[in-house]
């Protein structure tokens, strides 16, 4: 029989046995469970983003069609070809525009046009009278889009620039095995990504895959994208060669971090509001400089989230829980404290010198963010006019005619405003329009597009084309080679930023380069004066 103890004692050997044994069976199903879910979440993301970007392409070209179609009217004369040159050269991504009467009769820009083959079906956009189809380029074969607006006795047709709707954002280690496309919500294709020029893409992954799917909820619009389950999982077999060698060492650390885990969930917004009590947040600086001439002309300030412990929380594992939850406002009002205690003595002997900040919609609600700038700049050595704040074009704002009135506050107090991320979300031309910028910055998604050997990048031109037209400064994101900079500068950008230059710097950093490239005199002490000897 046996005692009570032994069986105790038994339990407790078999489940340390089994805890030890854990990670040998369960670490090959954890690693592929893992490596699934993450290698969907960054597909969804790429997806999430290519419909964004979609959006943003479809509203230009019905916001400019609803605009031809109260201006234009069914004689197509030489005023009407004009408004349809001018109305086009005010985008970004329309190539054409055409009229075209029940009766047959054809308006385009161009007296003497070439032919062009129309879509003949259509996918109707929701709750409107406009429709979306795919077109096939005649002079090169790429498809393309055509928005159309439906009247009683004509259509207008907005047609796309090739690939306006495709942004390739695929990541670099997925390129030759991810499949994915931009489509219609019938299926109809409008481009494959990703992208290589000179490579055959593949036409169909066979067996096991990770998948996501996005669609656009204005417009007939989807995009989709496929993995190879393989290529999701593979540093599966030097994980499972570690689980074999370390079996019994990875046996407590499981146990360990379990008990870790589940002692107490963390509450991330306590956390964000436990570091901004403690000004755990700080500012970095990324030099700015001229594209013309390589002089620094300021910096975009970033922020950082700093422990005590020395660990760094990258911003995109903060930035939108704190949007979220609201903080976003007092954490911004601190970054500008630490911004203006740290820089006023080396801004305030350098006027030229600009500070950029990024906003939040928050922001633009009302007039508190003019007021606080108002406060805490004031009585600063950092004047209002070595200050820009930056709209980021990637999230909505709520209301225009609130955002405008707060941004117009920004620019009498002689700061200035800058549209970020331009191409890549919500408002584009209508933000430009509208909101009354003083700067355009080209996110670094479109610099990258710009490789040795390429002669045109359209999105990159015709975004600094409305640049020049609209008589914005052109800032460049995310320059990271010589290349890049050589085609901003040969097309007139102002204004560069990127790895090729200078990350992010703390102020030690930023300020000794600052010192080095903008050196301010000091004048030089009197020499004391002698004493004479009493006689």
């Known amino acids: 029989m046996i005692g009570r103890k032994t069986y105790i004692d038994f339990l407790i050997a078999a489940v340390a046995v089994l805890v030890a044994a854990l990670p040998f069976f369960a670490m090959r199903s954890a690693i592929d469970q893992h490596a699934g879910q993450r290698a969907h979440l960054q597909l969804s993301n790429v997806t999430d983003r290519m419909i964004t970007h979609a959006d943003g392409?479809?509203?230009?070209?019905?916001?400019?069609?609803?605009?031809?179609?109260?201006?234009?009217?069914?004689?197509?004369?030489?005023?009407?070809?004009?408004?349809?040159?001018?109305?086009?050269?005010q985008t970004s991504f329309v190539r054409d525009v055409l009229i075209l009467q029940d009766d047959g009769t054809l308006c385009r820009k161009q007296e003497q046009a070439t032919a062009i083959a129309l879509p003949i079906q259509f996918r109707p956009v929701r709750s409107s009278a406009f429709s979306l189809g795919v077109m096939t380029s005649p002079q090169d074969q790429r498809s393309t889009a055509a928005l159309v607006l439906k009247e009683r006795d004509r259509q207008l047709f907005a047609i796309l620039v090739p690939d306006a709707l495709r942004l390739d954002i695929v990541p670099v280690e997925w390129r030759g095995d991810a499949v994915g496309a931009i489509q219609l919500d019938d299926g109809a294709m409008i481009g494959r990504v990703p992208f290589m020029p000179g490579q055959q893409i593949r036409p169909d992954i066979a067996g096991e895959t990770v998948s996501a799917l996005s669609a656009s909820q204005t417009f007939p619009v989807n995009a989709v994208l496929h993995?190879?389950?393989?290529?999701?999982?593979?540093?599966?077999?030097s994980l499972i060669l570690f689980v074999n060698i370390g079996g019994i060492g990875l046996g407590i650390v499981f146990v360990?971090?379990?008990?870790?885990?589940?002692?107490?969930?963390?509450?991330?917004?306590?956390?964000?509001?436990?570091?901004?009590?403690?000004?755990?947040?700080?500012?970095?600086y990324q030099p700015c400089f001229s594209a013309a001439t390589g002089a620094l002309v300021g910096c975009e300030v970033l922020i950082r989230w700093i422990k005590p412990d020395g660990t760094v929380v990258p911003p995109g594992m903060f930035i939108q829980k704190a949007e979220e939850t609201g903080l976003a406002v007092p954490m911004t009002i601190q970054l500008m404290e630490k911004m203006r205690d740290e820089m006023g003595p080396l801004y305030s002997a350098r006027p030229e010198l600009k500070l950029a900040v990024n906003l939040f919609a928050d922001h633009f609600n009302d007039m508190s963010a003019v007021e606080s700038v108002k406060d805490l700049f004031a009585n600063s050595p950092i004047r209002f006019s070595q200050l820009v704040f930056e709209v980021t074009e990637r999230y909505p704002l709520p209301n225009l005619n609130r955002a405008r009135t707060a941004i117009a506050g920004f620019q009498e107090l002689g700061c200035r405003?800058?549209?970020?991320?331009?191409?890549?979300?919500?408002?584009?031309?209508t933000y430009l329009q509208k909101l009354g910028m003083d700067q355009i910055k080209i996110d670094k998604i479109f610099i990258d597009s710009i490789v040795d050997g390429v002669a045109a990048v359209p999105i990159v031109d015709s975004l600094i084309a409305l640049g020049h037209e609209m008589n914005l400064e052109i800032?460049?994101?995310?320059?990271?080679?010589?290349?890049?900079?050589?085609?901003?500068?040969?097309?007139?950008?102002?204004?560069?930023?990127?790895?090729?230059?200078?990350?992010?710097?703390?102020?030690?950093?930023?300020?000794?380069?600052v010192q080095e490239m903008i050196p301010v005199e000091t004048p030089e002490p009197a020499a004391p004066r002698k004493l004479r000897k009493a006689a």
């Open 57 to 89: 392409v479809l509203t230009e070209a019905s916001d400019l069609l609803s605009m031809l179609s109260s201006r234009v009217g069914n004689v197509c004369d030489q005023d009407a070809r004009a408004t349809l040159i001018n109305a086009i050269q």
């Open 227 to 237: 993995l190879p389950w393989s290529t999701s999982r593979e540093s599966k077999s």
């Open 256 to 284: 360990i971090l379990v008990f870790s885990l589940l002692r107490r969930p963390v509450n991330f917004e306590t956390a964000i509001e436990r570091g901004l009590r403690r000004r755990e947040f700080v500012p970095f």
């Open 417 to 429: 405003v800058a549209l970020d991320d331009a191409g890549t979300g919500h408002g584009g031309l």
């Open 475 to 513: 800032v460049a994101e995310g320059v990271e080679n010589v290349v890049q900079l050589k085609y901003l500068k040969a097309r007139n950008v102002d204004t560069v930023q990127g790895f090729l230059f200078a990350p992010p710097l703390p102020f030690e950093k930023y300020s000794r380069l």
